[in-house]
């Protein structure tokens, strides 16, 4: 099984910027694409970005511009670097792994509020 530690969510006025940190550690044989997700309020669970092992990236339209997804490979650990946020952009953000062996794990979240 793989553990995931979240970190890096706060409160942000509008415009301003967070970057949240996702270290995996357990049960890794091979890490092959990792990401984030978000949930808001009343709202299902949406993709936000991820990452393949040889750097492949993919993005949700509503934050193409303004968020980075990146990892470090030797520390199995994702980053996603948030930019010109918004108020919509509040919800609680999912780390996601999937690994060759383990399956899929999932973080316990972290929140990200952005209000003036």
């Known amino acids: 099984q793989v553990q995931l530690v979240e970190s890096g969510g706060g409160l942000v006025q509008p415009g301003g910027s967070l970057r949240l940190s996702c270290a995996a550690s357990?049960?890794?044989?091979?890490?092959?694409?990792m990401g984030w997700y978000r949930q808001a309020p009343g709202k299902q669970r949406e993709l936000v970005a991820t990452?393949?092992?040889?750097?492949?990236?993919n993005y949700s339209d509503s934050v193409k511009g303004r968020f980075t997804i990146s990892r470090d490979n030797a520390k199995n650990t994702v980053y996603l670097e948030m930019n010109s946020l918004k108020p919509d952009d509040t919800a609680v953000y999912y780390c996601?792994?999937?690994?060759?062996?383990?399956?899929?794990?999932w973080g316990r979240g972290t929140q990200v509020t952005v209000s003036s």
């Open positions: 990452i393949t092992s040889d750097g492949g990236t």
């Open positions: 996601n792994v999937g690994d060759y062996l383990s399956g899929t794990s």
């Open positions: 357990g049960s890794i044989y091979r890490i092959v694409i």
